[in-house]
């Protein structure tokens, strides 16, 4: 099935498909918040992507639903010298019988440099690496140019590809299907674009047997339309239950509800690196000549303009966890000493004038309307606090796909986003957000702030290479502790994470967000 078909054939073909799986018991049908945006698991490096390639391909090394390093395609590693890991194959097959071998890890690990348009690319994850060795069909040794203790980290997120299947498949044909050979415990049936995906047991999976026959993931972005379908009985289990709602479910005894603090920061992104900032005016709409975000008074006073509290309890129902960190408290990097959040709406003005804006100036605020809990009322939430201390702010809310292609093109000079911490340290989120953009260590790439500072990207890269994990947790809270002082983003908060289902099927709740069919389970 592929999106090149009318309209009217796909929704009947869907529908068709909703009606298989209401008479087996042993399918899931799951609707989920976030639709992702390509099935290729080398484009686009977003949690809904991410959730949907985890249920047909794998990777070396994985996090447990505790964000934990547990092996994956790679039943052991171990290091060979400082710069040089080496990686034991599991004697796992792809979905087309063939046999997973060292030649297609190298070809995974070297297809994410070969992606073009990718609004958030693999690469932060492979660039470390400088050599690749077949020792032999099942062992690959792996250097880096210095030492690099986070290597086992970087590759839980790399999905492993059969080279056999999509050496010259390009990203948009997985979308009908071509390439889609992974090792994972579910097999490609079937995607419609921005409606849903449906996948099949593997019967030859390496691991436990996958618990359903069939899963069809839903894209249903509008929540109570979501919440309606699992009401209704239209599908088994849901994601991101409406906040407004979740007293309800937890009331009703036909379902189970599982919140659970996130990895996933949500914070703002400020341009301070561009002289002219687009959507940047004076009071009249005239542009400024000059960007105020360039001013590290402006940053710290919108920083301290925004209530956090007022949302966890006003529009976040406490399903948020208020926070001037990168990380959380379970994670390498996190400072105890950032958590008293600043909110000072006084002393903001008070910067603001210092900074020769005291009058203010007016600005938008570019905010996704589909990806996290409640996004579009922060957005506005946020826009009301900065309004009241000078800074006219409104809000241009839209689909994440349309965020997160304009982001990456630069449309932005002010931005509410997310990052889920995929590696459980704080070198994830500053390499990928905050560094100095470089194409050969795969930094910055998604530093829709343009922020670059030197001092910043020496001690990361010292903290990177550090091997002993006290001094590495050092120098990482130095470096976080530096890109909070300079605002070179302001963190919101870490959101919770919501589901819910019928009382006959279990849930495993992850800190990574991730919904994927090994997240459901037959209640016992």
């Not at 073009?116 to 099942?138: E, H, L, W, Y």
Request: net charge positive; glycine share 6%; proline share 6%.
């Amino acid at each position: 099935m592929t999106s090149a078909l009318p309209g009217r054939v796909l929704a009947g073909t869907a529908l068709a498909l909703g009606l298989a799986f209401s008479a087996n018991a042993a399918d899931l049908r799951v609707a989920v918040s976030s639709a992702a945006t390509a099935l290729d698991p080398d484009f686009q490096n977003a949690t809904p992507n991410i959730a949907v390639s985890r249920n047909m391909f794998e990777t070396l090394t994985k996090m447990d639903a505790e964000s934990r390093l547990v092996p994956g395609l790679a039943q052991s590693w171990r290091m060979i010298n400082d710069t040089t890991w080496e990686f034991k194959l599991r004697p796992a097959k792809f979905h087309d019988g063939s046999k997973l071998t060292a030649e297609d890890v190298i070809w995974s690990l070297d297809r994410p440099a070969t992606i073009t348009n990718s609004p958030a690319a693999f690469t932060i994850f492979t660039k470390a690496i400088t050599g690749k060795k077949v020792i032999d069909a099942q062992t690959i040794q792996l250097t880096t140019a210095t030492p690099y203790p986070l290597l086992p980290t970087d590759l839980a997120s790399i999905f492993i590809v059969s080279k056999a299947a999509t050496e010259g498949v390009p990203s948009a044909e997985f979308n009908t299907g071509r390439g889609m050979v992974g090792t994972g415990p579910y097999k490609f049936v079937s995607f419609v674009r921005d409606d849903r995906v449906v996948v099949a047991r593997n019967p030859d999976y390496w691991g436990a047997k996958p618990e359903w026959d069939k899963v069809e993931i839903r894209f249903i972005s509008s929540d109570p339309a979501r919440l309606a379908a699992m009401l209704a009985g239209d599908v088994d289990a849901i994601d991101n239950v409406p906040t407004t709602d979740i007293e309800t479910v937890k009331a009703d005894k036909r379902f189970s509800f599982v919140a659970k603090k996130s990895q996933r920061l949500v914070f703002l992104f400020l341009d301070s690196g561009r002289d002219a900032a687009p959507g940047v005016t004076d009071l009249a709409g005239k542009p400024l000549d000059k960007n105020p975000m360039k001013d590290v008074r402006v940053r710290r006073a919108i920083n301290m303009a925004i209530d956090r509290g007022a949302i966890r309890e006003r529009i976040m129902t406490g399903l948020a966890y208020p926070t001037n960190n990168l990380v959380t408290d379970a994670m390498q990097g996190f400072d105890p000493k950032l958590e008293k959040v600043p909110f000072n709406p006084t002393e903001a003005k008070k910067l603001l004038t210092e900074a020769g804006y005291p009058n203010g100036f007016a600005m938008t605020l570019a905010s996704p309307n589909n990806r996290l809990i409640n996004d579009s009322k922060v957005a506005q939430a946020v826009a009301q606090m900065l309004t009241r201390v000078g800074i006219k702010t409104q809000v241009d809310a839209m689909p994440f796909m349309s965020i997160a292609g304009r982001g990456q093109k630069g449309e932005f000079a002010f931005s509410m986003m997310a990052w889920g911490v995929q590696t459980a340290e704080a070198s994830s989120p500053v390499r990928a957000l905050v560094a100095c953009a470089d194409k050969d260590k795969g930094w910055g790439v998604v530093n829709w702030g343009n922020y670059c500072n030197k001092s910043v990207d020496a001690l990361l890269t010292q903290a990177v290479a550090t091997m002993d994990d006290k001094a590495r947790t050092a120098l990482l809270q130095q470096t976080v502790d530096k890109v909070i002082d300079d605002v070179a983003l302001v963190p919101l908060y870490f959101q919770a994470t919501t589901w819910a289902a019928k009382k006959s099927i279990s849930i495993l709740a992850r800190t990574d967000e991730v919904t994927s069919a090994e997240s459901f389970k037959p209640a016992k």
